[in-house]
Antibody, heavy 122, light 107 residues
């Protein structure tokens, strides 16, 4: 059974940084694309960033986070990361890591972590 | 960016009723459309991919249809555990986009 465990959320001031982690188990981690999806309090789902499987590191990001957030993966540790810099109040959300069903051709989300809350506030 | 529009925003339904949720894309997404269920306080769960293929373990009362820009999720007989928010998502183009959701609540 695939399990994704998100961590690293917390309270940070505007302009600050935070790194989220997602530990994966029950799968051949390197074989799958992985993504981050967020949900602001009381709002809908918003795609943040995706990274293809394997080691080439091809990534995709929403315009709202481009240049501030960086997605990466360590296949040796079965872990996905999201480095978030220059955080803004509007980045406040629950961040979910999510698995894609393929290496990098079908970008839907077939398994989800439990989510980690990021609060950006002064 | 492809805009996904879901309707209605809220649906009040009695258990046992048939439910139809709509999702419309601002341009064609072919059949690259997924549906998710999110129960309050939980992570989303994949229901349907490819517009009409049920994910593993999803009951047969859930069905998806449509292609191009018009899609439908149908729940044939609503069960108590189905009261939730439902989202559609297109994965035909970057950026990936979700609809705003339809909340199915108890009547």
């Amino acid at each position: 059974e695939v399990q994704l465990s998100d961590s690293g959320g917390g309270v940070v001031q505007p302009g600050g940084s935070l790194r989220l982690s997602c530990a994966a188990s029950g799968l051949t981690f390197s074989s799958y694309g992985m993504s981050w999806v967020r949900q602001a309090p009381g709002k809908g789902l918003e795609w943040v960033s995706s990274i293809i499987g394997g080691g080439t590191g091809n990534t995709y990001s929403a315009d709202s986070v481009k240049g501030r957030f960086t997605i990466s993966r360590d296949n040796s540790k079965n872990t996905l990361y999201l480095q978030m810099n220059s955080l803004r109040v509007e980045d406040t959300a629950v961040y979910y890591c999510a698995k894609n069903p393929t290496w990098g051709t079908t970008w839907l989300f077939d398994s989800w972590g439990q989510g980690t809350l990021v609060t950006v506030s002064s | 960016e492809i805009v996904m529009t879901q309707s209605p925003a809220t649906l009040s339904v009695s258990p046992g009723e048939r439910v139809t949720l709509s999702c419309r894309a601002s341009q064609s997404v072919s059949s690259n459309l997924a549906w998710y269920q999110q129960i309050s306080g939980q992570a989303p769960r994949l229901l349907i991919s490819g517009a009409s293929t049920r994910a593993t373990g999803i009951p047969v009362r859930f069905s998806g249809s449509g292609s191009g820009a018009e899609f439908t999720l149908t729940i044939s007989s609503l069960q108590s555990e189905d009261f939730a928010v439902y989202y559609c998502q297109q994965y035909n183009n970057w950026p990936l986009t979700f609809g705003g959701g339809t909340k199915v609540e108890i009547k």
